[in-house]
């Protein structure tokens, strides 16, 4: 840069030479300096107090002297840099360095200016006109590598804290050095960064993955452990992941953990594949219903006709009526067996769901008066206000089969949330992943349809049915829509 600008050794001797003449002038020089910079808002703005101005004319006349008496080595292209990269921390903008300079040289050039010898002061003001340019190319120059390498790190982390995966780096003494974002959401707002990795994860996660000696394998083998699919439950819900864990080689990093939540493309696969065995047995129950229907009705009409034309008191009347009986409950298994197979359509509206739950309430209460059915809460969605007047009559009238006619029942609502819950014996664990399948029933006299026919109908809608915790210490249903 000196060879650039020519500047030499009698540069260099110049300057030194006008040292004694600025040396008097350099509290002046910074008062002007900094009356300049405060008559500018945005130069000012990087200023926090009076303080701070007063050291900083400490600090200009230290610059002074260095660009006056040198030497113009390694060590003062280093100092300058440093100055760069300060205007960068505090966000003085690039303008204000061309302008600062401006009067720093005019100001300096006016003080060389005073030496009795014209032929020196006009030496004197090229020389310190050359360091001013140097020194201002150095700074410059730093102050824009130093900001477009602080935007690509802002950026870099703006990427990385908002990466849809959980990504941790722990150092050897198995603290958290690094998470995104999406840690916090994961597992909800926990110091993470600086404390033990075992507390950034819920403790059934690390017992469910054997995260310790998972870990330890990875360091010890050198090698990436990867955890195809780890399932755990988590506020009331399986949730499912998968975790990889990297050995690394870093001051600050000994192990990237790598965690992708799976739970809602599991779900989805399971939707796809009940739906595809679902249209399956739907295809074939239509076919079976069609074919019972017709044989039932002939059946039922000769009953009805034999049952007519017998006295009262023929003994043959009553067998006659419960044949009837048992007719009408296998017309009434062909008519779920239709509905099963019927193509669930939604005609998607607002829905103010307390109104639908006081109407399924009013219906059940006739004709249930002994039970006590409580709802609480508002609430609105998007679905088929007869969709969900439909499935929540199912869930209501199961709830009070398991109790007999006798206990209680509570409905509560949340925006798109309706959630129905019993008093009874709830549900056996064993039967919990199959009290949504087509003819599973615990009841003797049960199609085992409802709940199917209702996990149909919510899906039309474009919501889902679940198993979920209840107020009650009975079964609970969660009616979840958009």
Request: aromatic residues 4%; glycine residues 8%; negative net charge.
């Amino acid at each position: 840069m000196k060879s650039w600008v020519g500047f030499g050794p009698a540069d260099e001797a110049n300057l030194r030479a006008v040292g004694p003449l600025v040396d008097p002038e350099l509290p002046g020089m910074g008062e002007l300096f900094y009356s300049r910079v405060l008559a500018h808002p945005g130069a000012a703005a990087v200023l926090r107090d009076d303080a701070q101005v007063e050291r900083l004319k400490s600090t200009l006349q230290r610059w002074a002297c260095e660009l006056l008496n040198g030497p113009w080595d390694d060590a003062y292209f280093a100092r300058r840099q440093r100055i760069g990269k300060v205007h960068v921390e505090v966000g003085l903008p690039t303008r204000y360095m061309f302008t600062a300079m401006n009067v720093l040289r005019e100001e300096l050039c006016r003080i060389a200016m005073g030496h009795p010898v014209v032929e020196v002061r006009e030496d004197t003001c090229r020389s310190i006109r050359k360091a001013c340019d140097i020194d201002l190319a150095i700074m410059v120059g730093t102050f824009v590598e130093h900001r477009e390498a602080k935007e690509v790190e802002t950026l870099q982390d703006l990427i990385v804290s908002h990466m849809p995966v959980t990504v941790l780096l722990i150092d050897a003494e198995g603290l958290v050095t690094a998470a995104t974002r999406s840690h916090v959401r994961l597992f909800g707002d926990v110091p993470v960064v600086g404390h033990p990795w075992a507390d950034a994860f819920p403790p059934s996660l690390v017992r469910a993955a054997h995260l310790d000696a998972e870990m330890k394998r990875a360091l010890e083998s050198g090698r990436e452990v990867t955890l195809t699919r780890v399932d755990m439950p988590l506020d009331g819900h399986e949730r499912n992941f998968r975790i990889n864990i990297v050995p690394l080689d870093h001051p600050r990093a000994r192990v990237l953990v790598h965690m992708e939540e799976l739970t809602e493309t599991i779900r989805t696969e399971g939707r796809l594949v009940r739906s595809e065995s679902l249209a399956q047995l739907g295809a074939l129950s239509a076919a079976v219903a069609h074919e019972l229907r017709n044989p039932l009705a002939g059946i039922s009409g000769a009953i009805q006709v034999i049952a007519r034309s017998l006295p009262d008191t023929d003994r043959r009347k009553p067998i006659m009526d419960k044949v009837e009986q048992q007719v009408r409950r296998l017309d009434a298994l062909v008519t779920d067996l239709l509905d099963f197979a019927r193509p669930a359509e939604a005609r998607v509206v607002d829905v103010v769901l307390e109104d639908v739950v006081a109407a399924v309430v009013d219906n059940v209460k006739r004709d249930h008066p002994s039970m006590v059915i409580t709802a609480t809460g508002s609430g609105t969605a998007r679905a088929d206000p007869n969709l969900v007047h439909q499935v929540l009559l199912n869930l209501v009238l199961n709830a009070i089969q398991a109790l007999d006619g006798a206990g209680e029942v509570r409905i509560q609502v949340q925006r798109g949330r309706v959630v129905v819950s019993d008093s009874g014996p709830g549900i056996p664990p064993e039967n919990v992943e199959k009290v949504f399948a087509p003819f599973f029933t615990t009841r003797t006299r049960g199609t085992g349809l409802g709940l199917a026919i209702c996990r149909k109908a919510t899906g039309a809608m474009g919501g889902q049915l679940v198993l979920t915790n209840g107020p009650l210490p009975g079964a609970a249903f969660a009616l979840e829509l958009p």
